[in-house]
Every structure is written in C-alpha cells, then in structure tokens.
C-alpha cells in the first residue's frame, strides 16, 4: 500500500510555468513505476508522463514533449512534473499515480488552470 499527497497546482497565464510535486508514503520500495495523469473538463482521465524508479526512464504523452519534465527524487519518495509553455488545454485536475507491488495508486489531485 502506497499513500500519495500532490501539490503545486494553481492558476497561470499562458505561457507560464508551474511545478507539481507528489511524496509517496507507505511501502515505497515496492514503486517502480511513478508518474502524472490529468482530466481535464468533460474529458477522461489521460497520461501525462511516467518514470520508472529505477533506471529513470521517462515516457511522455505527445501533447507535453518539450514542454514537461517528469523527474523523480528517490530519498525523498518524491516525483515532479516542471510545466513550461502551459496553454490553456493542459488545464485539468493532475494526479500522480505509482505502480508497486501492490498495484496502482492515485493521490486526491490538484487542480491546474491555465488563463488565455
């Protein structure tokens, strides 16, 4: 069992940038795998980005490459998502999920709104 708090969302203009930080709790040698999804309004919920703890490979959903960064910090349980260049589209509800042992953990979310 994996618990997961976000934080870091909020509101900014286009072009802006935001940091989102997620800290895993519990068992958190069992993670290989933490990442970022988003809903945005009326839409499901999609990839954002992943990185796998171990060898720190990253995947990103093709709407954000070159724009988002997905890192992780393993002594801190800690994995972020660096947004540059936000446009209004990327505005969503962004959850950090983790794949361990025990299957897949979500955190409560937190909301990004990006103003045209």
């Known amino acids: 069992q994996v618990q997961l708090v976000e934080s870091g969302g909020g509101l900014v203009q286009t072009g802006g940038s935001l940091r989102l930080s997620c800290v895993a709790s519990?068992?958190?040698?069992?993670?290989?795998?933490m990442g970022w999804y988003r809903q945005g309004p009326g839409k499901q919920r999609d990839l954002v980005a992943t990185?796998?703890?171990?060898?720190?490979?990253?995947n990103y959903a093709d709407s954000v490459k070159g724009r988002f960064t997905i890192s992780r910090d393993n002594a801190k349980s800690t994995v972020y998502l660096q947004m540059n260049s936000l446009k209004p589209e990327d505005t969503g509800v962004y959850y950090c999920?983790?794949?361990?042992?025990?299957?897949?953990?979500w955190g409560q979310g937190t909301q990004v709104t990006v103003s045209s």
């Open positions: 999920n983790v794949q361990s042992l025990y299957g897949s953990s």
């Open positions: 519990g068992s958190i040698a069992s993670i290989n795998v």
């Open positions: 990185i796998r703890t171990s060898m720190g490979r990253t």
